[in-house]
């Protein structure tokens, strides 16, 4: 850390000189305007004139040292998620169909990236994604919205014994993890580059926010899939009471969850603590339907079972918002 003087120039400007090593890294010449963004904090930063263009970053990955297309798969998403912006795959053989596939898949499911080059021995994916055109409170409510129209299909499905809709909601699944992906990747590269912060118009603290928020969204998505997946299993084989009871408490959950978004999106830290406090009213629910899936065949029991943990975990995961909020809010 370098210390300067600061001196006064014309009984009223503050001037501070800059150092040399830094003005010539970043070929700034006399007369260049520079910003100053002033932080939250007092710290006063100064971005060189090319910044954005400096914070490009390239990700070169060797299909050799890959095992298998499930890893290669994870990996794809792990370098999306870290906010690469240019990803290199290469081979000294062909690459293999498989891995093609699983690299198109991928591009695919992502938001935003294109394949920009292709041959026999290398594979050049790009973003062209402006986070600024995405918002993180329009991602995180669509990402919401999704996995509460999940819930309430997942009651209808139950009630109209509809097997069709049970593996749509399944399905669905593809769309709740790449928005989560995205908001992911938003959060990275607001945390490594401060003017796409100021672009997007928020925070760092708000961008890890919304990222923690959209991480427990994606978790209560993966419970709507498992709720959805044991649906056929006990569609046909309960009494209308029975099938009336799971309802019940699904929608107990599902409307827990809506309040925690409400309650966050409106920052009512009284309300979030009530929510939490009455959550536990859902457990007389589930235990009632523990109790007849004892006695039920055994396939049918372990379906039951799935699904009340499931409508457990969607609850305690709704409160987590709230402490969340409640945390962000003190």
């Given at each position: 850390?370098?210390?300067?003087?600061?001196?006064?120039?014309?009984?009223?400007?503050?001037?501070?000189?800059?150092?040399?090593?830094?003005?010539?890294?970043?070929?700034?010449?006399?007369?260049?305007?520079?910003?100053?963004?002033?932080?939250?904090?007092?710290?006063?930063?100064?971005?060189?004139?090319?910044?954005?263009?400096?914070?490009?970053?390239?990700?070169?990955?060797?299909?050799?040292?890959?095992?298998?297309?499930?890893?290669?798969?994870?990996l794809l998403i792990g370098v999306y998620m870290m906010?690469?912006?240019?990803?290199?795959?290469?081979?000294?053989?062909?690459?293999?169909?498989?891995?093609?596939?699983?690299?198109?898949?991928?591009?695919?499911?992502?938001?935003?990236?294109?394949?920009?080059?292709?041959?026999?021995?290398?594979?050049?994916?790009?973003?062209?994604?402006?986070?600024?055109?995405?918002?993180?409170?329009?991602?995180?409510?669509?990402?919401?919205?999704?996995?509460?129209?999940?819930?309430?299909?997942?009651?209808?499905?139950?009630?109209?014994?509809?097997?069709?809709?049970?593996?749509?909601?399944?399905?669905?699944?593809?769309?709740?993890?790449?928005?989560?992906?995205?908001?992911?990747?938003?959060?990275?590269?607001?945390?490594?580059?401060?003017?796409?912060?100021?672009?997007?118009?928020?925070?760092?603290?708000?961008?890890?926010?919304?990222?923690?928020?959209?991480?427990?969204?994606?978790?209560?998505?993966?419970?709507?899939?498992?709720?959805?997946?044991?649906?056929?299993?006990?569609?046909?084989?309960?009494?209308?009471?029975?099938?009336?009871?799971?309802?019940?408490?699904?929608?107990?959950?599902?409307?827990?969850?809506?309040?925690?978004?409400?309650?966050?999106?409106?920052?009512?830290?009284?309300?979030?603590?009530?929510?939490?406090?009455?959550?536990?009213?859902?457990?007389?629910i589930l235990n009632e339907i523990n109790n007849f899936?004892?006695?039920?065949?055994?396939?049918?029991?372990?379906?039951?079972?799935?699904?009340?943990?499931?409508?457990?975990?969607?609850?305690?995961?709704?409160?987590?918002?709230?402490?969340?909020?409640?945390?962000?809010?003190?």
């Open positions: 850390m370098e210390t300067r003087k600061v001196q006064i120039t014309g009984g009223s400007s503050y001037i501070i000189s800059l150092p040399k090593e830094w003005i010539n890294k970043n070929k700034i010449h006399p007369k260049d305007a520079l910003n100053l963004i002033i932080q939250e904090d007092k710290i006063l930063l100064i971005p060189p004139k090319k910044f954005k263009k400096l914070n490009f970053r390239e990700k070169v990955i060797n299909l050799e040292d890959i095992e298998g297309a499930s890893y290669l798969f994870r906010g690469y912006s240019m990803i290199i795959l290469q081979a000294k053989k062909r690459i293999t169909i498989e891995y093609r596939e699983v690299i198109k898949k991928f591009v695919n499911d992502a938001i935003g990236l294109e394949i920009m080059d292709e041959s026999p021995y290398q594979i050049k994916i790009k973003d062209l994604l402006n986070p600024a055109e995405m918002p993180f409170d329009t991602i995180t409510n669509r990402l919401y919205l999704l996995v509460k129209n999940m819930l309430d299909d997942s009651r209808i499905a139950l009630n109209n014994k509809d097997k069709d809709l049970s593996e749509n909601i399944v399905k669905r699944d593809d769309d709740i993890d790449r928005l989560y992906w995205l908001i992911a990747r938003q959060s990275n590269l607001i945390l490594k580059n401060l003017i796409i912060s100021i672009e997007v118009g928020i925070e760092t603290k708000n961008a890890n926010f919304y990222y923690f928020i959209s991480r427990i969204i994606e978790r209560i998505g993966d419970h709507a899939v498992n709720i959805a997946k044991h649906i056929p299993i006990i569609m046909e084989r309960l009494k209308e009471p029975q099938i009336n009871k799971i309802n019940t408490a699904i929608q107990a959950a599902s409307d827990i969850f809506s309040k925690s978004i409400k309650i966050w999106q409106e920052e009512n830290m009284t309300e979030a603590n009530q929510i939490i406090d009455s959550a536990g009213n859902l457990n007389s899936a004892i006695n039920t065949e055994n396939e049918v029991a372990i379906a039951l079972n799935y699904i009340i943990e499931s409508i457990r975990r969607i609850a305690d995961y709704s409160t987590n918002i709230c402490e969340l909020t409640i945390n962000f809010l003190v």
